[in-house]
C-alpha cells in the first residue's frame, strides 16, 4: 500500500500568514488522486481539495492544492482564525487507500 | 443535504463484537458506495473497507479480513459495520463516508461523513 508521508508535524502560524503544507507518496500515485481534508476537535474530516487541486464545494479559493506523481502540497494563501485545525492528505488511486499522519496548524 | 447519522457510543469488552449503523439522506442510497473508515490516536485514519449498497458486494482491507462484515438495508438507507474479536486495540471513532461519485468504487475521496461513532474496548 502507498504510505503518506506528511510534513512538517506541526507549525505555528499567526492569522493571515501563508502557509504550504507537504505530502509526500512512497509511490506516484495514480491519476493525481490526492485529496486533503481539514479537521477539527470531535468533528469529522472535511473534505478541501480532490483530484490534486480541485476545491470541494464550498471551500473558499484561499484554498488550493498543487502537486503529481509522488509530491503533492496545500498552500492557505491567507490564514483565517478558523483554519487552525489539522490537514490530511489521503490517496485513493490505489486501493486501499491510505492517509497521512496529519499536520497540525496552531496558532501562534 | 446530503446526510450521515450514525449510532451512537459503545463500550465493549475484549472479545465480543460491535455493529454501528449509518443512516443516509438527503441523496439516492443505492449508487454511491459507503466506506468505513476509523481512527484511533496511534494509527491515524484507517481505512476498513467499503459496501455497495446496490448489491451489497464488499471489500475489506487485508488487515480486517475475517473480522469485519459490512451489510445494508436499502429499505431504509441504511449501512452497518461489524466488527468482530475486539482488542484495546480496536478503540478508535468509527466514520462511515459516502463516495466522491457513483463511479467510484473500492478508493474514493469523501465528501460526506457521518458524525463519527467512539467505540471503546475496555475490561
Known amino acids: 500500500e502507498i504510505v503518506l508521508t506528511q510534513s512538517p508535524g506541526t507549525l505555528s502560524l499567526s492569522p493571515g500568514e501563508r502557509v504550504t503544507l507537504s505530502c509526500r507518496a512512497s509511490?506516484?500515485?495514480?491519476?493525481?488522486?490526492l485529496a486533503w481534508y481539514q479537521q477539527k476537535p470531535g468533528q469529522a474530516p472535511r473534505l478541501l481539495i480532490y483530484g490534486a487541486s480541485s476545491r470541494a464545494t464550498g471551500i473558499p479559493d484561499r484554498f488550493s492544492g498543487g502537486g503529481s506523481e509522488t509530491d503533492f502540497t496545500l498552500t492557505i494563501s491567507r490564514l483565517e482564525p478558523e483554519d487552525f485545525a489539522v490537514y490530511y492528505c489521503?490517496?485513493?488511486?490505489?486501493?486501499?487507500?491510505?492517509f497521512g499522519q496529519g499536520t497540525k496548524v496552531e496558532i501562534k | 443535504q446530503v446526510q450521515l447519522v450514525q449510532s451512537g457510543a459503545e463500550m465493549k469488552k475484549p472479545g465480543a463484537s460491535v455493529k454501528v449503523s449509518c443512516k443516509a439522506s438527503?441523496?439516492?442510497?443505492?449508487?454511491?458506495?459507503l466506506h468505513w473508515v476509523r481512527q484511533t490516536p496511534g494509527q491515524g485514519l484507517e481505512w476498513l473497507g467499503r459496501?455497495?449498497?446496490?448489491?451489497?458486494?464488499?471489500s475489506y482491507a487485508q488487515k480486517f479480513q475475517g473480522r469485519v462484515t459490512m451489510t445494508r438495508d436499502t429499505s431504509i438507507s441504511t449501512a452497518y459495520m461489524e466488527l468482530s474479536s475486539l482488542t484495546s486495540d480496536d478503540t478508535a471513532v468509527y466514520f462511515c463516508?459516502?463516495?466522491?461519485?457513483?463511479?467510484?468504487?473500492?478508493?474514493?475521496?469523501?465528501?460526506?461523513w457521518g458524525q463519527g461513532t467512539l467505540v471503546t474496548v475496555s475490561s
Open positions: 489521503q490517496q485513493y488511486g490505489s486501493s486501499p487507500g491510505t
Open positions: 509511490q506516484s500515485v495514480t491519476s493525481s488522486y
Open positions: 438527503g441523496y439516492t442510497f443505492t449508487p454511491y458506495y
Open positions: 459496501i455497495n449498497p446496490y448489491n451489497g458486494g464488499t
Open positions: 463516508a459516502r463516495a466522491l461519485a457513483a463511479d467510484y468504487y473500492d478508493t474514493s475521496a469523501y465528501p460526506y
